[in-house]
């Protein structure tokens, strides 16, 4: 059973950075496209970032250019660099199968506050 650890949120301040990771339990980003997604209060889920098998990245608009998904398959690790944080990308962030999620994968998430 596949189980995805995210971690790297926290509180940081407008135009702050932060790096999240997602561990995976077993070497599956040779099998899936992986994505970061975020759900903000109030709101559904979203997928921001996604990267394929082969490395082709895509980003939601309000992330574009601020974020940068990326992957590291030896250690079975997919990474989202945050810059230039903004109060409205406060929310847990759960890493997922992409672009349809897998249920049975979602995780804890890690959440993200941005705020002065």
């Known amino acids: 059973q596949v189980q995805l650890v995210e971690s790297g949120g926290g509180l940081v301040q407008p135009g702050g950075s932060l790096r999240l990771s997602c561990a995976a339990s077993?070497?599956?980003?040779?099998?899936?496209?992986m994505g970061w997604y975020r759900q903000a209060p109030g709101t559904q889920r979203e997928l921001v970032a996604s990267?394929?098998?082969?490395?082709?990245?895509n980003y939601a608009d309000s992330v574009k250019g601020r974020f940068t998904i990326s992957g590291d398959n030896a250690k079975n690790t997919v990474y989202l660099q945050m810059t230039s944080l903004q109060p409205d990308d406060t929310g847990v962030y759960y890493c997922?199968?992409?672009?349809?999620?897998?249920?049975?994968?979602w995780g804890q998430g890690t959440q993200v506050i941005v705020s002065s």
């Open positions: 990267i394929t098998r082969d490395g082709s990245t």
């Open positions: 997922n199968a992409a672009p349809v999620a897998v249920s049975a994968w």
């Open positions: 077993g070497n599956i980003f040779r099998l899936y496209g």
